[in-house]
């Protein structure tokens, strides 16, 4: 986070949407009011026409489920077949070793021209 505005926005918007409320700018100035915090005035609307239409809990909750089920998932071919997963790397470290090379040979020159 950038600055304290912000953070304080943030976690205005998460109390709003814990109560089940809309995130609106009155809401979010209120709630920033109510706990002491003074923002540059723009801060709630940005907030607000960001989040307007999106379900927070929906959004934060599926940012959690696709970074745990990213594991099993890539376990599973692996598993099954190695082979193609170990060729895989096979073929970026190579890949890698030629664009090294050219890059050399790019600029006209070598370690030992």
Known sequence: MG?????????AALILADDQVAVTADKIQT????AGVSVEPYWPGLFA???????VKE???NIGS???????????PAAG???PAEEK?????????EESEES??????????
Do not use: H, Q, W
């Not at 600055?3 to 976690?11: F, P, T, W």
């Not at 026409?49 to 379900?55: C, D, I, P, T």
């Open 49 to 55: 026409r960001a989040l307007e239409g999106v379900n």
């Open 89 to 97: 790397k096979e073929e970026k470290k190579e890949e890698k070793k």
């Open 81 to 83: 077949g190695g082979a």
């Open 31 to 34: 709630i920033l009011k109510a």
């Open 66 to 76: 696709s970074a745990g089920s990213a594991g099993p998932a890539s376990g599973a």
């Open 3 to 11: 600055s304290v505005d912000e953070l304080a926005c943030v976690y």
């Open 104 to 113: 050399d040979d790019d600029m006209g020159f070598g370690l030992f021209d």
């Open 59 to 61: 959004l934060i909750t």
